[in-house]
């Protein structure tokens, strides 16, 4: 009777396998695969290795997220950037528009346009310290080379300076700083130098090397440049 009992039990697994069971193997056989999230995606973008990095859509849209919020923000137009000049130091409207107006062609941030424009004026700082430097010392050479004239010959040019120039040209002299400049200076004296002996002979009126234009103004007018 075991006998018969043992070989039920044998027909009765041998039914099983064949027809499917009830069991536990057969249940996990019957589970469908889980699909990947990249399934769905086009074959370019599924086999794309970045992609396959990140476990999700979730985890990738967070990933882009984070990306776009660390891109550099370009201002909207030129107006909207932010040039500081320093108290102190010259500002020049003009060039300011041009900075702003080619720092949005070059798409530079609000940051990247502020370190370029502290280093220009850094350097320009640097130049016109330079210039301060160079200008006192042609000054302290012309003091040297005058001693006790310097103010007396100093104010002789001066005086040429604004008897032949206008007054927009003494503004320009002086801009360009040629009004320290030893070599305009030495010039400049030479020229009332000379006008102030010239005009102090008599009976000569030949002689003069100024005279007036039909405006009224000075002109240097040396004998040897004069025709007929």
Request: charged share 30%; aromatic share 8%.
């Amino acid at each position: 009777m075991n006998e018969e009992l043992a070989n039920d039990k044998g027909a009765q697994g041998n039914a099983d396998a064949a027809g499917g069971g009830t069991g536990e193997g057969a249940g996990a056989q019957n589970t469908p695969a889980v699909k990947s999230w990249l399934d769905g995606l086009p074959d370019d973008l599924k086999s794309n290795e970045t992609i396959k990095a990140f476990k999700g859509p979730q985890e990738l849209a967070k990933a882009l997220l984070d990306t776009k919020a660390k891109l550099p923000v370009v201002p909207e137009s030129a107006d909207k950037y932010e040039v500081a000049v320093p108290e102190g130091h010259p500002k020049d409207d003009n060039f300011i528009n041009w900075f702003k107006d080619t720092a949005l062609q070059a798409g530079l941030t609000q940051n990247q346009a502020a370190i370029l424009n502290k280093g220009y004026v850094d350097l320009q700082a640097a130049m016109l310290k330079q210039f301060a430097e160079d200008d006192k010392k042609a000054v302290d050479a012309l003091r040297k080379e005058w001693g006790n004239d310097y103010d007396r010959n100093l104010a002789v040019a001066d005086k040429a300076v604004k008897q032949f120039m206008s007054a927009g040209d003494v503004k320009y002299v002086e801009s360009m700083g040629w009004h320290v400049n030893p070599v305009f200076n030495r010039m400049m004296f030479q020229i009332g130098k000379a006008v102030s002996e010239d005009t102090l002979r008599e009976g000569n009126p030949q002689s003069s090397c100024v005279r007036r234009d039909a405006a009224g103004n000075a002109v240097m007018e040396f004998p040897d440049m004069r025709k007929g």
